[in-house]
Structures are given as structure tokens and as C-alpha cells.
């Protein structure tokens, strides 16, 4: 089988515990369907990084102590829009930048570097799409210092093992000095986290069924999706909200493309997504056990979220 999608799909569903990688929510309509999350008033983590990145940017720029030029490297920089502003913080000041922003999708960095060449006239953009660490590795031989950004929450879709793993390639691929910012979403009063990932709008459930429309679609397989639910569940403890689909019966589904036939028992789950919530202290630990020092946490004014700045020693 040469198809990763496939072959990812097929282990998780053969699995024990059943688990589904969300890398693969986000097709065309799973991409629509995220924008309608963040946009429910609900999920606060989109307004809460933008306020940080639209009222701090200048503590943020001050905070690096780069000298110019330097470099902005965005992971997964999608739409861009939260990154907007701090971008127009630095062209607006003349600080001299060069924003390379990387993505898997070719078409979402052909759109990203028109609007910003229309808005932000004369700033150096350098998108690059395809795998971080080959784009990494090249950007550590350039001579300037680099702030890469992984903004969003995106290390809380991790496990911890792996959030370290993946924490210590990219300082692997930095050069001493180089500060990364992350975007990390904080424990909070666990009913405003029930809320941003229960929605009653039944848009995560939507957003979380459509991955089996893209089996059905890409696999031709033959879920129905009336006979599987959406459940979620957040343990203010260890800060994880945890999210699955459960099969409504005793039921097979076939994939004929890769002429494979699962079994799902009445009540069964399927596990989906991770998004681990921290809390200050265990992002101190996450820094260090992941050989950074920590220099600001720059959080909301409700202090639901916090882009945390750290530097490679
Ligand atoms: N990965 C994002 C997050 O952790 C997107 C997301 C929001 C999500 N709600 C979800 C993923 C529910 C899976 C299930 O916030």
C-alpha cells in the first residue's frame, strides 16, 4: 500500500483502542468546518491568541533582542491572520524581517503571500510548503537570527513524550539565540473548556464525523455516519480534553479500496484528538525538559491562553 492516508487510517482502526490521526480532519471541508469552530463564541483559544498578538506585539518584538534583519518562521502558518498583526507591528515600524511562513497546503501560502504583499506592501516573504524540519535545517545555515512561531495550540494535540520529541527537533534545527514563541492554551475553569470542545452547535461532532466521510470518499468505504456519535471529555486534572467517535452498533464497515473489512462492537470509541490544557508550571517543565529557557509567558486579559517565549541556550 503506497498511500499514507490509508495506511495511517488502517493501523488506528486495527489498534486495540481504535484512534484516528486528526492530521487527517483537515481536507477542504474539514478546513471549512474548523473555520466554524473558530468562530463559535465558544471556542475562546482563536480570540484569546489574537488579543496577545494584536496588543503585546511590541513587548513580544522587544522580548527577542534581535538584531536586524532577522527572521520569522511560522509552522502551520494556514490563514495567517493571527500573525497579521504582528507583522504589520514590524513592516509599520521599518524593523527588517523576512516572514517565512510554511504550510502543507501550496494553495493556503499562494493566498497568505497575496493578501499580505496587498496589506503590508514591502514586506520579504519566503513561503515554503512542505515538511518543517527539511525547511528547518536549511534555515539554520542562514546567518540571521529566527523566531519561530507554533501558534494555535498546537502542541496540546500532542502526548507528552511526543510534544518533547517534537519540542527538541526544533531546537535541534536552532541556532543558540533563536527564540521560539508557542502558543499554549492554559487550565481554566473546566466549563469554559467543556463548552469550546462540546459545542451544543454540533459543529465538533460534524467536524469530527467528517473524517469518516473522507474514509467513505478517499477509501471507498461505507460508514454511515448516523450510526456513530461524537463524545468528549475534559479532566481538569491532567488538563486533557480527549475526543471520539462511538460506534452506535454492532456494525462492519468495508474500505474496498484497500479491500479491508473493520468491525466496530455496540458502544466501541474511536479515539481522535488530544488538546492538552497546561498550566504555568508544566510549561516551565515542558521548556526544560525540552532544553529551552523559558523567558515571558505573555497571556490574554482573562488569562485563558499564553504565547510563551523561549530562547535556545
Ligand atoms: N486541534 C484543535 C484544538 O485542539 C482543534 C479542535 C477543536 C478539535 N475542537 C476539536 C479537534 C474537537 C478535535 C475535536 O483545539
Known sequence: ????????????????????PSKYFYDDNGSRIFQEIMNMPEYYLTDAEFEILSLQCKSIIDALQFSTPFNIVE???GDGLKTFKLLEYLVKHNIEFNYVPIDISQEAMDM???????????????PQVGDYFEILKKNKENDYPSLLLFLGSNIGNYLDDKAIELLQLFNNNMKKG???????DLKKNPIVIRDAYDDKHGITKRFN????????????????????????H?????????????????????LKAINETINFEYNE??????????????????????????KTNFLDCKHFFSDSLWEKP
Open 269 to 294: 470509541l474511536i479515539w481522535t484528538e488530544l488538546s492538552k490544557k497546561y498550566g504555568l508550571q508544566e510549561i516551565q517543565e515542558l521548556a526544560e525538559n525540552s532544553n529551552f529557557k523559558l
Open 75 to 77: 509552522l502551520g502558518a
Open 234 to 254: 475534559y479532566n481538569p486534572i491532567t488538563g486533557e480534553v480527549k475526543s471520539y467517535i462511538i460506534s452506535l452498533r454492532d456494525q462492519s464497515v468495508e
Open 1 to 20: 500500500m503506497t498511500n499514507a492516508f490509508a495506511k495511517d487510517i488502517l493501523t488506528g482502526l486495527r489498534a486495540e483502542q481504535k484512534h484516528l
Open 178 to 184: 533563536d527564540k521560539l514563541l508557542i502558543g499554549i
Open 209 to 232: 464525523l467528517n473524517l469518516l466521510l473522507r474514509i467513505n470518499r478517499e477509501l471507498n468505504a461505507d460508514f454511515r455516519i448516523d450510526d456513530f456519535d461524537f463524545y468528549c
Open 112 to 126: 497568505l503571500s497575496k493578501r499580505l504583499k496587498e496589506r503590508l506592501p514591502g514586506i520579504h516573504i519566503s
